[in-house]
């Protein structure tokens, strides 16, 4: 059974700092390209971050500098610091596996606001 669970969201002020994880279980972490994504309110959900297995990753132009997507396969664990934080990253963050239909968490809360 496929598990994803996300943490680490909040209330943060305008450049303020957060660092999201996701837990994972029930598939094989290390060989899965793992996403970061978003929603802010009244939008679709938005594509942020990716880290293939062999650990490059891609970002949305407009986290670029500011956040970093990182994994750990001995935890099966996926991360996204997000330093620099603007008002328009507020969002529920959800975390992917592989694309997959099945393979996303419940997502984390993050509120970027003074």
């Known amino acids: 059974q496929v598990q994803l669970v996300e943490s680490g969201g909040g209330l943060v002020q305008p450049g303020g700092s957060l660092r999201l994880s996701c837990a994972t279980s029930g598939f094989a972490f290390s060989t899965y390209a793992m996403s970061w994504h978003r929603q802010g309110p009244g939008k679709g959900r938005e594509w942020v971050a990716l880290?293939?297995?062999?650990?490059?990753?891609s970002y949305v132009d407009s986290v670029k500098g500011r956040f970093t997507i990182s994994r750990d396969n001995a935890k099966n664990t996926l991360y996204l610091q997000m330093n620099s934080l603007k008002p328009d990253d507020t969002g529920v963050y959800s975390c992917?596996?592989?694309?997959?239909?099945?393979?996303w968490g419940q997502g984390t809360q993050v509120t970027v606001s003074s």
């Open positions: 880290i293939n297995s062999n650990g490059d990753a």
């Open positions: 992917n596996a592989g694309g997959r239909d099945d393979a």
